[in-house]
């Protein structure tokens, strides 16, 4: 994505935020990164405590809002632009900016027109937008004035507490939040381009050709920027992308291309698929249940400051969520959440007093 973006735009300054150890042999001046910022760097308090609670997905957005509040802040910055790293840059991106010039805040929706087959109905309409937020925040930019400082401020608030993948409380990392926009902050403009963010979810709307330049069009505008939500997905390229892409063979060039760029740049190297906050400091692999009981369980926070440590590998141990599974009391089993449980206690209460 970087060096996609630097081949248009060479003069852009890029800072790339990395949740992550950096690797051994890492030398920023060989990449195509003018900055790399970790955790510390954006203003997260307690970062490594604050990441246990995250899966990867979970962590690498819920650090968006502290980047641009942070980036938005230094010297000489007109405007920020967030780009996901599954993006491939592949025409000019500077209409962008002259957007901004009217505009606070710059939204691309996952849709800009509406499906007519049920099953896409279902697919792109009802889980991809409905379940995860009217916007993809695959890409956002942002002004720097005071509208955009505050939207800054405001995504970060909610990213730091509740950027979980928890659909069914109306969650979905830090996308849903950004639903709210059009009621709290009106400088906001939705991109209606068809040449941002091209998709699967999308790509039915927009068919990509090829010019003779060897530019990628989408429609009959230039294609912008491509987002490979869900490369490794097979489901995506063979139900979505071959079934869409039938008649204009440029999507599966597209694809192919691709590939060999991740290829290039390290993909199925080993020593860059390990995530330094998959491990509990005794080499043991961190499970989900052990994340979810850390960040909704005060008191488990407050008897383990240090959520890595092998005491609370142990207690995550006793409690069934490292393999195997715990036994559920039959109110868990019916998904009761905890207000819930204390809501029955007080209707049997009161039922009981009547009894009496």
């Not at 792109?124 to 937020?133: M, S």
């Amino acid at each position: 994505m970087a060096k996609s973006l630097k081949a248009l735009h060479p003069d852009w300054v890029f800072h790339a935020v990395f949740s992550d150890s950096l690797p051994e042999d890492f030398d920023l001046d060989a990449e195509p990164f003018d900055e790399m910022l970790g955790m510390a760097d954006i203003g997260i308090e307690d970062s490594e405590r604050w990441a246990f609670r995250h899966t990867v997905v979970e962590l690498c957005t819920a650090v968006k809002g502290a980047a641009l509040q942070h980036l938005l802040s230094l010297p000489d910055t007109d405007c920020v632009f967030y780009i996901d790293p599954d993006i491939m840059i592949l025409n000019s991106m500077a209409p962008l900016v002259d957007m901004l010039e009217d505009a606070s805040i710059l939204l691309t929706p996952h849709m800009l027109e509406p499906e007519e087959e049920s099953w896409l109905i279902e697919g792109n309409e009802v889980r991809a937008t409905l379940a995860h937020g009217t916007f993809n925040l695959g890409f956002a930019g942002v002004r720097a004035c005071d509208e955009g400082k505050a939207f800054a401020r405001w995504w970060n608030r909610r990213l730091l507490e509740f950027c979980y993948d928890d659909v069914p409380r109306g969650l979905f990392t830090d996308q849903r939040w950004c639903d709210l926009v059009p009621s709290f902050f009106p400088g906001y403009k939705i991109v209606r381009d068809p040449g941002y963010n091209v998709a699967t979810w999308n790509i039915d709307k927009r068919p990509i050709t090829r010019g003779e330049d060897g530019r990628y069009r989408a429609g009959d505008v230039p294609l912008r920027f491509y987002h490979f939500t869900g490369y490794d997905a097979q489901w995506n390229y063979q139900h979505l992308l071959l079934k869409h892409a039938e008649q204009f063979p440029a999507a599966k060039e597209l694809w192919d291309e691709y590939a060999s760029a991740l290829e290039e740049n390290g993909q199925n190297d080993e020593k860059l698929k390990h995530w330094k906050y998959d491990w509990f400091a005794d080499g043991h692999k961190i499970t989900p249940e052990c994340r979810r009981h850390y960040r909704d369980n005060e008191k488990a926070r407050k008897d383990f400051p240090d959520p890595y440590s092998g005491k609370y590998r142990e207690h995550c141990a006793a409690m069934g969520f490292l393999g195997g599974k715990r036994k559920e009391s039959i109110i868990e089993h019916l998904g009761y959440t905890g207000q819930q449980i204390r809501y029955l206690f007080v209707l049997l209460y009161r039922r009981l007093l009547k009894g009496k």
